[in-house]
């Protein structure tokens, strides 16, 4: 009898936590599969004391008997997975029996990193805040037709196709000043390419049928959040991938119609790293102190990240785009101690509230904020504050899901699951 691919997904700007769910709750899937992305997402997993930051490579490595497969809508940077097959190495984690890689992945080039870093440093005051991995102009060659796959590296004529790809390359930034020097990475890249040859390479569409078919779950996997996506985010303020449900499906090659459940991963609060819009952000006292409680800083790029409240319109929006049936949330002991919490309802636009979020909240949308009791830190295992219970029970009712999941510290022991009802 055929299974069913759960989807586990950010709603909201990522960071979210995702890492860590995938990790709790990883015995339960045979497979694991990132569906799009690259090494500009940081999983990030706590456990047994040690702290292990994922780019690549899906969650559920860890999990000794269960396959991660890094599916054809990821793109792959092959100096960040080796050196992130090597940190696993270090850290006890031998790889090879647990990780697949599709076939059509798209590579990135050193070339790709030194278009992005020179496209981002000519916007001036408009940068969307890219990571500076090469993402965004590996995903333009992979629309544009002419990137360069996982799968290219088994033909013989991949040194043409590679020399034909970074001559592109060079006449775009030929136009740009002060071009970082892609040909230092090359070798390194080439070094890398060898290795990741050696690597199980699967045709990911086929090998995830047949998994199904068997009646093997699949998690898929996602990263960055919905409010990225390139066409339901807050664009341009976005990433290059789409990174709703629907993603998962041509991110993996499987029909909608396998789709199960879909697992919104949400912070108690929110945050956001880099430039867009962020309507319930805190400029102030509070703010830092959540950035800091939190520790909220990028795991890729270590920047710091902007903190505000929980923004109801933004992730009843998400729960709509994404079809998610149950909500996990992080970090409630961030906002632990606080006598009072607020969380958004409701935007004003112009003049009118609503609770749907608007084309553009770029500028001229006000949160309206909401007081709520605030909850001391939890003791127990098996039962949360009644303060955050009816903190939870306000979300529940506002996005019509549950929230099945609450996380109460980093490790993955601080974790409580949740047999909640919606309220109605």
């Known amino acids: 009898m055929s299974a069913r691919m759960d989807v586990l997904l950010g709603a909201q700007w990522g960071d979210e936590g995702k890492g860590k769910v995938v990790d709790v709750i990883a015995p339960e899937y045979p497979v694991i599969a990132r569906f799009q992305g690259g090494p500009n997402a940081g999983h990030t997993l706590i456990f047994e004391g040690r702290k292990h930051v994922l780019h690549t490579i899906p969650s559920g490595v860890f999990r000794e008997g269960t396959l991660n497969l890094v599916g054809n809508g990821v793109v792959i940077d092959p100096i960040v997975l080796m050196k992130e097959i090597d940190g696993l190495k270090a850290a006890g984690v031998d790889v090879r029996d647990r990780l697949l890689i599709s076939r059509r992945a798209h590579l990135i080039l050193p070339t790709h990193r030194a278009l992005d870093a020179a496209s981002e440093a000519e916007k001036g005051k408009s940068k969307i805040g890219s990571t500076l991995k090469g993402i965004g102009p590996t995903y333009m060659d992979k629309t544009g037709r002419n990137g360069l796959r996982v799968g290219d590296l088994e033909r013989n004529d991949l040194g043409e196709r590679y020399g034909q790809l970074v001559r592109k390359h060079e006449r775009l930034l030929a ?250």
């Open 175 to 424: 136009n740009h000043e002060n071009v970082p020097d892609h040909r230092a990475m090359e070798q390194e890249w080439m070094d890398a390419v060898a290795r990741l040859r050696e690597l199980r390479l699967v045709d990911s569409e086929h090998f995830l049928e047949d998994t199904l078919r068997s009646g093997q779950r699949v998690l898929a996997e996602g990263a960055q959040g919905t409010l990225l996506d390139i066409d339901f985010g807050t664009y341009p303020f976005v990433t290059s991938s789409s990174t709703i449900s629907a993603g998962a499906c041509t991110g993996l090659g499987v029909p909608p119609n396998r789709i199960g459940k879909v697992v919104g991963i949400f912070k108690a609060y929110c945050t956001r790293v880099g430039s867009g819009p962020f309507p319930t952000e805190l400029h102030d006292a509070l703010g830092e102190q959540i950035r800091q409680v939190g520790h909220e800083f990028g795991s890729t790029t270590g920047r710091a990240r902007r903190c505000g409240w929980l923004d109801l319109p933004a992730l009843r929006y998400a729960v709509t785009i994404n079809g998610i049936t149950e909500l996990a949330m992080m970090k409630a002991d961030v906002l632990a101690g606080m006598d009072q919490v607020m969380l958004c309802s409701a935007y004003r636009v112009d003049g009118r509230t609503t609770e749907r979020m608007p084309y553009d909240i770029t500028g001229g949308v006000e949160p309206v904020l909401e007081p709520m009791e605030g909850w001391p830190a939890s003791t127990a295992n098996d039962q949360l504050p009644a303060a955050l219970e009816r903190y939870i029970a306000r979300i529940e009712a506002a996005v019509g899901v549950p929230v099945t999941l609450v996380s109460l510290g980093p490790d993955r022991a601080q974790t409580m699951l949740r047999d909640a009802s919606v309220a109605q």
